[in-house]
């Protein structure tokens, strides 16, 4: 099930997530401003800086926090008048200090029993999630010797013991090893497939493109898009790029990128690396072979420096 967002009202679908003009303010300031998104199913990416609200929306999902004005809807009930909705939810938040000297096993355990489980039934499922996040082998293990990767984990399998319909994954890669992050986002992609709705957020745009290509931006408490990466990424494709090309003869290839109809400046930053400028990074990359086969020059490293997050956000920001 693919992430839908912006449902129509005419739709018989329940988003299992909605916000409805929702601020967020503490005193003067402004943690959320005016955000209104529907969410359901699959996995959508929460993409935006430190401090542009990403966290705040996530307590506000979860019942940490009460909007300031407008109305979050779980499973379309206000959980504030129902708290019904929150049993449904798992939740990761940035943050969070765990019990180290309880295993992994007592942790999750622990909380099934919290949602209500027996005693048998709270040690099967947390069996089931620990092995289902790749914690299995060293359930018994005190989580305050386990590596970053780990505990995690280890905090997605609590988020899961309660089988969540809605689970919410705040910047779950950070500080992980490049396995521990292949781990979790192939949990998160899974979980997805499973039908489950997944809000992950990040402030790296190439965990969330690894991951799904629903993402939803915030910058400064706003709501800057929604929809399709890959739809933005080809907006932002005719705008004014750079591509950095290592080779030991920059010049001389650089004269084969001039030709390019595409490419309109070169520069050399160092003596060993090409800098191509265009308008039409799609054009230039699809030519790219060709150009460099003909040229005959061996380059050892291609890199896209305006393929970011940031530059994504300054043309959304453009004309605002």
Not at 115 to 128: L, Q
Request: with cysteine; net charge negative; aromatic share 6%.
């Amino acid at each position: 099930m693919n992430a839908n967002q912006n449902k129509s009202a005419n739709s018989n679908v329940v988003p299992a997530l909605m916000l409805d003009h929702v601020s967020k303010w503490y005193g003067n300031i402004v943690g959320l401003n005016d955000v209104s998104i529907a969410i359901n199913g699959g996995v959508t990416g929460l993409l935006g800086m430190n401090g542009a609200g990403k966290s705040t929306l996530f307590k506000l999902i979860v019942g940490k926090l009460k909007p300031s004005q407008g109305t979050v809807r779980l499973f379309g009930i206000d959980p504030w008048k129902n708290k019904a909705p929150f049993s449904r939810i798992g939740y990761v938040p940035e943050h969070e200090k765990l019990y180290d000297w309880m295993t992994a096993f007592e942790f999750v355990t622990i909380i099934a029993r919290l949602f209500g489980h027996s005693r048998d039934t709270a040690e099967e499922r947390a069996k089931h999630v620990l092995k289902f996040v790749g914690l299995d082998d060293v359930m018994h293990k005190e989580l305050g010797k386990f590596s970053k990767g780990m505990r995690q984990r280890a905090k997605i399998a609590q988020a899961l013991v309660n089988d969540p319909d809605l689970i919410i994954l705040d910047e779950p890669l950070q500080g992980c090893d490049p396995l521990a992050r292949t781990t979790i986002m192939n949990v998160i992609r899974e979980l997805g497939s499973m039908g489950k709705t997944i809000v992950v957020s990040s402030h790296i745009l190439s965990e969330i493109e690894r991951i799904t290509e629903q993402i939803v931006i915030l910058h400064n408490g706003r709501l800057l898009a929604l929809g399709n990466l890959h739809a933005i990424r080809d907006l932002l494709d005719k705008h004014p790029h750079r591509i950095s090309l290592t080779t030991k003869q920059p010049r001389e290839l650089a004269s084969k990128f001039l030709n390019h109809e595409s490419v309109y400046g070169v520069h050399f930053p160092a003596e060993d690396e090409l800098l191509v400028e265009t308008h039409d990074l799609g054009n230039v990359h699809k030519d790219m072979p060709l150009i460099l086969d003909d040229s005959g020059i061996r380059v050892t490293a291609i890199e896209n420096p305006d393929d970011n997050l940031e530059s994504i956000l300054e043309y959304l920001m453009e004309g605002r």
